[in-house]
């Protein structure tokens, strides 16, 4: 199952605009009940400005209905089994649900799955923090 998410990471890569890194990455959410949200990033010439993979399709996501993410898939031309950076796991986390998978993955296909938890285990969350 987890390779059609992968396919949809592809396909939104193919879309990156990334002009001054020349770095593409695509990202895919595939919430509880099945939604599939891609997104790729989107580079600026301020390099502050660019939106992250992740955070473009955690827009989708929320434009969508939104919704409980259960697995996400990145993928980026020149990097295997991509992580997702901090800022973007700090934002994947507050839609993650506890038993999220995460997906590693080659230009080929997903190589390995981890669970979201194991890269991200002590996030900043609001309620934690009261």
């Given at each position: 199952?987890?390779?059609?998410?992968?396919?949809?990471?592809k396909s939104a890569m193919a879309k990156?605009?990334?002009?001054?890194?020349?770095?593409?990455?695509?990202?895919?959410?595939?919430?509880?009940?099945?939604?599939?949200?891609?997104?790729?990033?989107?580079?600026?010439?301020?390099?502050?400005?660019?939106?992250?993979?992740?955070?473009?399709?955690?827009?989708?996501?929320?434009?969508?209905?939104?919704?409980?993410?259960?697995?996400?898939?990145?993928?980026?031309?020149?990097?295997?089994?991509?992580?997702?950076?901090?800022?973007?796991?700090?934002?994947?986390?507050?839609?993650?649900?506890?038993?999220?998978?995460?997906?590693?993955?080659?230009?080929?296909?997903?190589?390995?799955?981890?669970?979201?938890?194991?890269?991200?285990?002590?996030?900043?969350?609001?309620?934690?923090?009261?």
């Amino acid at each position: 199952m987890a390779e059609d998410l992968f396919e949809a990471a592809k396909s939104a890569m193919a879309k990156a605009y990334a002009p001054y890194s020349r770095f593409p990455v695509g990202a895919a959410l595939r919430t509880e009940d099945g939604q599939v949200h891609s997104g790729c990033n989107i580079e600026n010439a301020s390099y502050p400005e660019g939106w992250c993979a992740e955070t473009t399709a955690l827009g989708h996501l929320i434009m969508g209905g939104g919704g409980k993410v259960a697995e996400v898939a990145v993928v980026a031309e020149k990097m295997e089994r991509i992580m997702p950076c901090g800022g973007c796991r700090q934002r994947l986390s507050e839609f993650v649900t506890e038993d999220a998978v995460l997906h590693l993955c080659t230009t080929e296909g997903v190589v390995e799955s981890v669970p979201f938890s194991s890269i991200f285990p002590r996030g900043f969350d609001l309620e934690q923090n009261r």
